[in-house]
């Protein structure tokens, strides 16, 4: 981990909050000038610390009514593969996240489809037909009870 000390804990958790925060009210949130804020900022950035910035979209609000976890399991772990893997899941929009899992299965997918129909289409016609997949098992999200990209700083 990166040798952060506590001026650089409360930039992040203040970024974590609001990450469109100007520097001048992260300087006074953090108790810095501006121009040691600016400094310690670009810090974290060049250490790789903070790894961009963005909005958080609802998915639900921009129409997509169903996310599905899938885990997929891989015929043989031959490095290829696995990299093919990879580069197809890149490929696809509609999986948001793919996560590479040790115990039963070898990936997890997060999955965001408009609605049933669109995600069973994109299940049989885009994922079990990739090259190398042996099995999947697929998990409809009821309710989202929590979803944070903040990390306990």
């Given at each position: 981990?990166?040798?952060?000390?506590?001026?650089?804990?409360?930039?992040?958790?203040?970024?974590?909050?609001?990450?469109?925060?100007?520097?001048?009210?992260?300087?006074?949130?953090?108790?810095?000038?501006?121009?040691?804020?600016?400094?310690?900022?670009?810090?974290?950035?060049?250490?790789?610390?903070?790894?961009?910035?963005?909005?958080?979209?609802?998915?639900?609000?921009?129409?997509?009514?169903?996310?599905?976890?899938?885990?997929?399991?891989?015929?043989?772990?031959?490095?290829?593969?696995?990299?093919?893997f990879h580069e197809?899941?890149?490929?696809?929009?509609?999986?948001?996240?793919?996560?590479?899992?040790?115990?039963?299965?070898?990936?997890?997918?997060?999955?965001?489809?408009?609605?049933?129909?669109?995600?069973?289409?994109?299940?049989?016609?885009?994922?079990?037909?990739?090259?190398?997949?042996?099995?999947?098992?697929?998990?409809?999200?009821?309710?989202?009870?929590?979803?944070?990209?903040?990390?306990?700083?």
């Amino acid at each position: 981990m990166a040798d952060l000390d506590d001026f650089d804990r409360k930039i992040l958790a203040a970024l974590q909050r609001d990450g469109r925060m100007t520097n001048v009210a992260l300087a006074e949130v953090v108790a810095l000038s501006p121009s040691q804020c600016a400094r310690r900022l670009q810090r974290l950035e060049e250490i790789g610390a903070i790894r961009g910035y963005g909005a958080f979209l609802d998915p639900e609000t921009l129409g997509f009514g169903i996310t599905a976890l899938v885990t997929v399991t891989l015929e043989k772990h031959a490095r290829a593969k696995i990299q093919d893997f990879h580069e197809l899941v890149r490929l696809k929009p509609e999986i948001v996240e793919c996560l590479a899992l040790t115990g039963d299965g070898d990936f997890q997918l997060r999955i965001v489809a408009r609605d049933l129909p669109s995600f069973s289409r994109f299940l049989l016609e885009v994922i079990i037909p990739m090259p190398g997949i042996a099995t999947t098992r697929s998990h409809i999200v009821l309710e989202q009870v929590k979803s944070t990209h903040a990390l306990p700083i």
